[in-house]
C-alpha cells in the first residue's frame, strides 16, 4: 500500500453544487474529496478520486467515508479484486475500474454495495468471468465489460444482476457466433440494452457489425475455424547449430471446449522424446480464454530438422501453422568485425 499516507490533497474546484476540498476522514495520499457544500456534513455525499496515482491496490474501504456515493480508481495499476473489496459503502451509487490491469475478480468481490447503480470495468484483462463475481450487485443498471480479453459471454454471467439495463461488452476478440446467441435472447427478454460500441471483431464476416444490430440467426458456429489469436513463436524458418536449444510456442485463442492444440514434425504426431531432446509441455489455458503449448528442444541434432506444425483441432474444424528448421552441423566462423569510420559517422 505504498500510495497510502496520512493527507488528502485539497483541490478547489469550483462546481455548480459542490467544490473539492480536504476530505477529513479520507487519509490516503492524492486522492481527491469532493462533498456536496449545502447539506450537513452527516448527510453530504462525497464523490471520491483516485485517477493515475498508481495505485495497486482496491482502498480499504474504511479508509473511505461511509457516504462516499462515486468512487473513481480508474487509470491505475490494480490488479485483482478480493471477495468484499469494497464492503461497507453501502451507499457507493457509482463505481470507475477502468484501465487498470485488473485479471481476477474474486466471487464476492462486490458485496456490499447495495446501492451501487453503475459499474466500469472497461479496459481491464478479465478474461474468466463468472456470476458469483456479481453476487450483491441487486440493484447495478449499468455495466462496461468493454476492453477486456475474453471472446464470449453466457447470459447465466448475469444471473444475480436483476436490475441490469445497459450492457456494454465490446472487445478485440468478440466473437459473434452461436455461443453468444443465449446472451442474445435473454437480452432480448429482459430489455437489456447491448450499447452502441459493443461490437463483433470475428467471425471475419461480422468484424465491426453493432451487436445489437445482429439477427438471431447470424450467430452460427457452422463456418470455418476463425481463430482470433493463433501463432507460432518462432514463426520464420529457423537457421540452428547441432547442441542448441530451441523452444517453439504455440498460442491460440480458447473459443470453447473442443479447442485442442498438437504438434506435427514432418507430418508426424510429436510426444515427449528424451533420448532425442524433444519436449512437449503440458497444454495450458490462460485466463479461461487462450491455449499456449510448448515444444522445447533441447542438445538439437539433424533429426529434427525440417517443418514443425502447431496444429488446432477443434468440433468446428482445424488449422495450423508450420515453420522449418534447419539444423546446421558446425558452427560456422564468424566475419572479423570491420570498422568503417568517415564524414558520415562510425558504422561496424
Ligand atoms: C456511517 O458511519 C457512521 C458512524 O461512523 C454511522 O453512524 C452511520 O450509520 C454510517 N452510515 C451508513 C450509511 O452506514
Ligand atoms: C473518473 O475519472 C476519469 C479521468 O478523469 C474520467 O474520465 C471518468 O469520467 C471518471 N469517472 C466517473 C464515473 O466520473
Ligand atoms: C466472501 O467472504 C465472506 C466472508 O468474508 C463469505 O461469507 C462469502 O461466502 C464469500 N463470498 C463468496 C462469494 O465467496
Ligand atoms: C465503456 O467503456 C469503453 C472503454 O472504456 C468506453 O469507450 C465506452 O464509452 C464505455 N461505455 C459507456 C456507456 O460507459
Known amino acids: 500500500m505504498g500510495a497510502l499516507g496520512f493527507l488528502c490533497v485539497t ?18 495520499e492524492s486522492c481527491r474529496c469532493a462533498a456536496e457544500r449545502s447539506a450537513p456534513r452527516s448527510r453530504q455525499r462525497v464523490r471520491v478520486v483516485c485517477v ?37 459503502l ?47 450487485l441487486s440493484r447495478l443498471s449499468k455495466l462496461n465489460l468493454s476492453g477486456n480479453i475474453f471472446s464470449t459471454l453466457t447470459a447465466q454471467l448475469f444471473t444475480h444482476l436483476s436490475a441490469l439495463k445497459y450492457l456494454h461488452f465490446g472487445t478485440e476478440t468478440l466473437v459473434c457466433d452461436c455461443q453468444l446467441r443465449g446472451l442474445f435472447l435473454w437480452a432480448q427478454h429482459n430489455s437489456i440494452r447491448v450499447g452502441t460500441g459493443t461490437l463483433c471483431a470475428f467471425p471475419t464476416h461480422l468484424h465491426g457489425s453493432e451487436f445489437h444490430r445482429l439477427q438471431e440467426q447470424q450467430l452460427r458456429c457452422d463456418g470455418p475455424l476463425d481463430l ?25 485463442s480458447y473459443l470453447d471446449s473442443s479447442v485442442e492444440l498438437r504438434w506435427h514434425h514432418n507430418g508426424h504426431p510429436v510426444a ?17 480464454c487462450l491455449l ?44 572479423p568485425a570491420d570498422r568503417v569510420s568517415n564524414n558520415k559517422g562510425d558504422y561496424r
Open 272 to 288: 515427449t522424446q528424451e533420448d532425442m531432446s524433444i519436449f512437449v509441455e503440458e497444454t495450458l489455458l490462460h485466463d479461461c
Open 90 to 136: 453501502a451507499a457507493l451509487e457509482k463505481l470507475d475500474l477502468r484501465n487498470n490491469l485488473i485479471s481476477t475478480v474474486e466471487p464476492g468481490a462486490f458485496r456490499g454495495l447495495l446501492a451501487l447503480r453503475r459499474l466500469d470495468l472497461s479496459n481491464n484483462r478479465i478474461g474468466c468471468l463468472s456470476p458469483e463475481m456479481f453476487v450483491g
Open 292 to 335: 499456449t503449448s510448448e515444444v522445447i528442444l533441447s542438445n538439437i541434432n539433424t533429426v529434427i530438422a525440417g517443418s514443425w506444425e502447431c496444429l488446432v483441432t477443434s468440433s468446428r474444424g482445424n488449422t495450423s501453422r508450420i515453420m522449418e528448421i534447419v539444423v546446421v552441423e558446425t558452427p560456422a566462423t564468424y566475419c
Open 52 to 88: 493515475d496515482v498508481e495505485l495497486t491496490d482496491t482502498l480499504p474501504p474504511s479508509f473511505l467515508p461511509n457516504r462516499t456515493v462515486s468512487l473513481n480508481l480508474s487509470n491505475n495499476k490494480i490488479a485483482l479484486l478480493r471477495n468484499s473489496s469494497f464492503y461497507g
Open 228 to 252: 482470433p489469436l493463433f501463432q507460432l513463436i518462432p514463426s520464420q524458418r529457423q537457421l540452428v547449430f547441432r547442441g542448441d536449444r530451441l523452444p517453439l510456442q504455440c498460442t491460440a
Open 11 to 28: 483541490v478547489l474546484l469550483l462546481e455548480s453544487a459542490r467544490s473539492y476540498r480536504t476530505c477529513p476522514d479520507l487519509i490516503v
